[in-house]
T-cell receptor
Framework: EPEVTQTPSHQVTQMGQEVILRCVPI?????FYWYRQILGQKVEFLVS????????KSEIFDDQFSVERPDGSNFTLKIRSTKLEDSAMYFC??????????????FGPGTRLTVL | GEDVEQSLFLSVREGDSSVINCTYT??????LYWYKQEPGAGLQLLTY?????DMKQDQRLTVLLNKKDKHLSLRIADTQTGDSAIYFC????????????FGAGTRLAVHP
């Protein structure tokens, strides 16, 4: 069964450094999402991406965050200058193309980001 | 506003039924979902229910929706040790690009 993959599984970085989290969505999907979960808290929506542009973003997704689909297969989340409070599990998800709300969002295993 | 609440922990004996509860606040929810997360794995969709339904059954899983009280539950019959995981309730609101709004997750522990 096709699956969403994410790399790395764990990223440790120093405060102020840039990080790029990578995701490979399912190949025929066109809707992409990033979510995050701070330890012990809810899974929060960050951003949705469709047709090479952001379709919706949350208040968390400020100017420090950006997303890109550089080569038609990868979907990346960049944090320009990490803060301690960015430490969380980041989940990528992708969805099929029919546009029906029941289309499942398939999630990757997550990247745990630790900012020191 | 959008808010989904779940109890954080549930412990059951193997073979018993588990009931995981969830409440939500936004009456414009269109679909409600249950996701399962096993250690080291991503979020796996278990089942979903449309907001105009009261109940949905899928093998050992039964979803009950009380729209008046904005209460959703997931019942797992004959709970097995392999059911030990974190279960997330999530909703999609009308409009938007189908972002999921999650609860904090309920950790289900199944013991012999």
């Amino acid at each position: 069964e096709p699956e969403v993959t994410q790399t790395p599984s764990h990223q440790v970085t120093q405060m102020g450094q840039e990080v790029i989290l990578r995701c490979v969505p399912i190949s025929n999907h066109l809707y992409f999402y990033w979510y995050r979960q701070i330890l012990g808290q809810k899974v929060e929506f960050l951003v949705s991406f469709y047709n090479n542009e952001i379709s919706e973003k949350s208040e968390i997704f400020d100017d420090q965050f950006s997303v890109e689909r550089p080569d038609g297969s990868n979907f990346t989340l960049k944090i320009r200058s990490t803060k301690l409070e960015d430490s969380a599990m980041y989940f990528c998800a992708s969805r099929a193309t029919s546009g029906r709300v029941t289309d499942t969002q398939y999630f990757g295993p997550g990247t745990r980001l630790t900012v020191l | 506003g959008e808010d989904v609440e779940q109890s954080l922990f549930l412990s059951v004996r193997e073979g018993d039924s588990s009931v995981i509860n969830c409440t939500y606040t936004d009456s414009s929810s269109t679909y409600l979902y249950w996701y399962k997360q096993e250690p080291g794995a991503g979020l796996q969709l278990l089942t979903y229910i449309f907001s105009n339904m009261d109940m949905k059954q899928d093998q050992r899983l039964t979803v009950l929706l009380n729209k008046k009280d904005k209460h959703l539950s997931l019942r797992i019959a004959d709970t097995q040790t392999g059911d030990s995981a974190i279960y997330f309730c999530a909703e999609i609101l009308s409009g938007g690009y189908n972002k999921l709004i999650f609860g904090a997750g309920t950790r289900l522990a199944v013991h012999p």
